[in-house]
């Protein structure tokens, strides 16, 4: 049975899915809105509602009870993703006059936001690796493996602090127990072709307590992870990894030697 505590954080997280989160996007400083789907991954939205009838089938969205759910729902207006207005990306659709006019105006927006020094554009491309470690790490917690939003040492707490500020402390806990790299076979999810035998450097929280590999799946640092009153100010930036969908994530080699490997004893 699971008690009073964890049900009130299970609640809370609940409602921050459904309330979205607003901000601007790295890679081109306009607002953005980050939505779950239904199989809890987010997705990037387009703040504004768009005429569907301008928007092709394959690209409109809508939102039920605080979740994104794509195609379209009946109604004259929809969201789309901000992938595909982005002037930074290639379209992942077809886009009709309306929308290629929309994405040059906010081509100029973003560059008045750099020429005032307001926005700042990322000066390595999220795609690169870092010489020394994967970009993006594959965590294993909780009987799953997760593609983390950057490298292991900078998965941040989305915790609010009492200024109304994201917690500034990383996950990793300097002085708590920590996980191991380890290379670790690549298995297809179900449903998928089999891949070629590899394997894949993996950060394995498998052997901590489930307490801690929870505290590391709902992304809060040990200060904030006992206190379930405080709210989450972005929504943890893990995604369910896919050997295929996330092929260009895969290192085959340990970012770090064993012998540095705190959770072999």
């Known amino acids: 049975m699971q008690c009073i505590s964890e049900l009130a954080g299970e609640a809370r997280d609940r409602r921050l899915l459904r309330a979205g989160q607003s901000g601007p996007s790295r890679h081109w400083g306009n607002r953005i809105d980050l939505y779950p789907r239904a199989d809890g991954r987010p997705i990037a939205l387009h703040p504004a509602e768009l005429a569907t009838a301008r928007v092709p089938a394959s690209c409109r969205w809508h939102l039920g009870s605080g979740i994104a759910h794509p195609h379209d729902d009946g109604s004259a207006w929809?969201?789309?993703?901000?992938?595909?207005?982005?002037?930074?990306?290639?379209p992942t659709c077809r886009i009709s006059p309306p929308l290629a006019l929309a994405r040059r105006q906010l081509a100029v927006r973003t560059r008045r936001l750099i020429d005032t020094g307001v926005f700042t554009t990322p000066t390595v491309p999220p795609t690169s690796a870092a010489p020394d470690g994967p970009d993006r790490a594959v965590v294993r917690m909780l009987l799953g493996h997760y593609l983390a939003d950057g490298p292991v040492e900078a998965i941040r707490c989305v915790a609010q602090t009492n200024h109304r500020h994201r917690c500034p402390r990383p996950v990793l806990a300097p002085d708590g127990p920590a996980g191991s790299w380890r290379l670790l076979?690549?298995?297809?999810?179900?449903?998928?072709?089999?891949?070629?035998?590899?394997?894949?450097?993996?950060?394995?929280?498998s052997r901590l307590p489930h307490a801690e590999q929870r505290r590391w799946r709902?992304?809060?640092?040990?200060?904030?992870?006992?206190?379930?009153?405080?709210?989450?100010?972005?929504?943890?930036?893990?995604?369910?990894?896919?050997?295929?969908?996330?092929?260009q994530h895969l290192r085959t080699g340990l970012p770090y030697p064993p012998a540095h490997d705190s959770g072999e004893r």
Not at 78 to 90: D, E
Not at 193 to 204: G, I, K, R, S
Not at 235 to 240: E, K, Y
């Open 185 to 205: 076979p690549i298995g297809p999810r179900r449903g998928q072709l089999v891949l070629p035998e590899q394997t894949m450097a993996v950060y394995d929280l």
């Open 78 to 90: 929809c969201r789309i993703p901000h992938a595909v207005l982005c002037p930074q990306r290639t």
């Open 218 to 247: 709902i992304q809060r640092c040990p200060a904030h992870a006992i206190v379930h009153g405080a709210a989450d100010l972005a929504l943890a930036g893990w995604q369910v990894f896919d050997p295929l969908l996330h092929a």
